[in-house]
């Protein structure tokens, strides 16, 4: 004990690893010790992880619940709540706003996540290849991703620009009439999902390249003495390999798309909000910002955002489908 | 020995942890609410912070200056304004911060069109009641502008800044290219009484036009100008909502929807944050805009001084008001006592006088309306246009309208989703009317 106390004292190291159980054992502690030493071994690992879950309780569950709560009332801002039932529900279902705010977060999800994950993986496979300079391009095609969404959106707003984007001025280069970036639903939707194509991009292209360095070296060597070419060893081999991760990208990407907010908003300046003067580019999150700060109607955005779960949801447990049949598929252990 | 010094040393470590943990989560949670802004700054002065949207014309650099005056007046005082462009943002943020008792400036300006919701049963508690406040004289306003701000039980929630009186600000080198008159009397004649007269100038001016210039701003312009002008405008007498039946809306419908179809617009949003419609007076895209007379102000900022001399300014077709702003005090606010000193003393005549020859905005107080100051003022970037002549006689011609809680959001529907739609996108006029039609029940009526 003497020693030990010194040490601390010197501010040395502190004292060596649990001594031995039977060292315990000998001398026998009196009850009340032993009770709190199997209280110390039994709570102290709760207590560790409790920041976590009381931080998730407060900002978590609780908003959880009460958004829960609040959408099955009418809830004015500022205001008192009144009982509502799934009235607030219904209307959705028969809101013109809140089906096309859905179609236009899926067309913008659809159009942003195929081609970012279609280029995220030809720019992982090129990554792989052994090439100067690697690791300086692995963080480059990160940066698009360190950026902020409100810059981001704002360059790429000023190159769409109608009038005066550099996005027209090329086209015009080649006698294209000038393209309603912001008016038409089209560009508009094609526009935006630009900007989260080239966010993310990079950062899925790194998972990508994550998964595929895990991808044993035998199999390529295998395959080319099979006489395989590269692009054949891309399909046959490196696709298969990685399939849970694409499938984990999938999900990922599918989550923030359907949570698509800054960008339309910052895109469309005063009307962002609204999603272009005829809700071309509204996204549900728009539609969930704009009925509660907007116009005021908490019950309702509350609603939307538990609509939105609830797809999320689906999404989630789509992807635990798909994965445990890839992995029968696979014969991989479960 | 040892065991029983270790298990000390580890239960004392455990509860470290604990407490730490339990700390960490306790700054999480009340980490948010405990900001401290405002109130007294370090060097023991009152900090006010005015919230304003467009131009008010108070401030040190391009405006009349009014808040180093008054911190020379009151050397305690220490004046911070937050100015936003978009209007109909600055209030929807106003609103959910009023909702929240929180993140308020001291002073927050609040746009005509939403007065009506301001002083709605649900808001007006949230401000304070300016009629009792020591240096207010409400009897300086004009009649209906005060009457504006006041609730059903005589509590008063804002101090009335400006009117609007409306005139049509156009451009003497593009008239002129297309063959029309420049003399501001005779252009005024062109359109003498009617809108409609309005827009067979503009077609006129289109057939000749210089390549690449429109007649007009953007059609919402000319709607909200219309409608300005209507003694009818989106509620009834009793100030409830009544868009759909009123005679004033349908006619600046129709005519904001000709004048698109007929591409006399250059398609553009007033005001809009990305700044086409700035940038569009620099560059010249359209001859006229209607003209309220803060947007005198607006047009030397944006038009800049490679226009100057080039604007002048007509009567318009009908005598109208469009716009004009009120200073209030919410309640939340950490200094009431001294903003509401504050907003008397910039609302007072002297000092409107000073804001209308500084940043042409209509004073709201008679005496003010009335003064030499304001009726021979000129500004520099018009030349010899007499702005103050011109604009105190429309001042005279107002006929207000009644206003009502929805009227803001209205006009907003009607003109971002409705006529912006038929502008830009080319989208039938009566499919955006249904459209608008469809918004309004799905956004107001909850």
Known sequence: ?334 | MRTSSRTRGRSRRTATAAVAGLATCAVLITGCSSDSEGGAGSDGKIELRVGTFGSFGYDNKTGAKLYAEYEKLNPNIKIVENNVSDGQKYWDTLKLRLSQGSGLSDIQAIEVGYIAEATSPAMAGKFVDLSTTDDVSTANFLDWKIKQATTPDNKVVGLGTDIGPMAICYRKDLFEKAGLPTDREEVGKLWEGDWEKFIEQGKEYQANAPKGTAFHDSASGLFNAVISSSPEQYSNSRGQLDWENSSGVKQAWDLAAEAAEADLTAKLRQFDEKGSWNAAFKNSKFATVVCPSWMTNIIKDQAGPENQGKWDIAAPPVAANWGGSFLSVPKAGKNTKEAAKLAAWLTAPEQQAKVFAKAGLMPSTTKAMESDEVKTAKIDYFGDTPVGEIYSAAAQKIEPAPIGRYDGQVKTFLTDNGILDIEQRGTDPDEAWKNVKNLIEDKIDQ
């Open chain 1, 1 to 334: 004990m003497a020693t030990s106390v010194r040490a601390a004292a010197d501010g040395s190291p502190p004292p060596a690893p649990p001594a031995p159980r039977p060292a315990r054992r000998r001398k026998a502690p009196s009850a009340w010790r032993s009770k709190l030493y199997r209280l110390d071994v039994k709570a102290t690992p709760y207590t560790f992880i409790a920041p976590f879950f009381l931080t998730f309780a407060a900002f978590g569950l609780f908003p959880l619940i009460y958004t829960g709560w609040l959408s099955l009332h009418r809830v004015e801002l500022g205001g008192d709540a009144e009982w509502r039932g799934l009235e607030n529900y219904t209307g959705l279902a028969d809101s013109d706003f809140f089906w096309n705010a859905l179609a236009n977060t899926f067309t913008i999800g659809v159009i942003s996540t195929v081609p970012q994950l279609l280029m995220a993986l030809g720019l992982a496979h090129l990554l792989n290849y052994k090439l100067r300079g690697r690791g300086f391009y692995r963080v480059a095609i990160l940066a698009p991703y360190a950026t902020s969404i409100a810059a981001a959106t704002l360059v790429f707003a000023q190159l769409f620009n109608t009038d005066y984007g550099m996005i027209n001025g090329f086209l015009g280069l080649f006698g294209i009439d000038p393209v309603n970036w912001e008016t038409e639903k089209w560009p508009a939707q094609i526009a935006i999902s630009t900007i989260v194509t080239w966010r993310w991009t990079g950062y899925n292209a790194l998972i990508y390249l994550a998964a595929m360095q895990a991808v044993p070296n035998d199999l390529y060597e295998a395959a080319a003495l099979d006489g395989a070419s590269r692009w054949r060893q891309f399909i046959s081999v490196t696709i298969p390999s990685i399939r849970p991760t694409i499938l984990f990208t999938i999900v990922v990407s599918t989550i923030g798309a359907t949570q698509l907010f800054g960008e339309p908003l910052i895109f469309g300046g005063s009307l962002g909000i609204g999603g272009g003067s005829a809700n071309q580019y509204q996204t549900l999150s728009l539609l969930m910002y704009e009925k509660g700060w907007v116009t005021g109607s908490l019950g309702q955005a509350s609603a939307i955002a538990w609509v939105m779960l609830l797809l999320l949801l689906c999404v989630g447990g789509a992807q635990a489908l798909i994965s445990r049949r890839n992995r029968k598929k696979t014969g991989a252990p479960s």
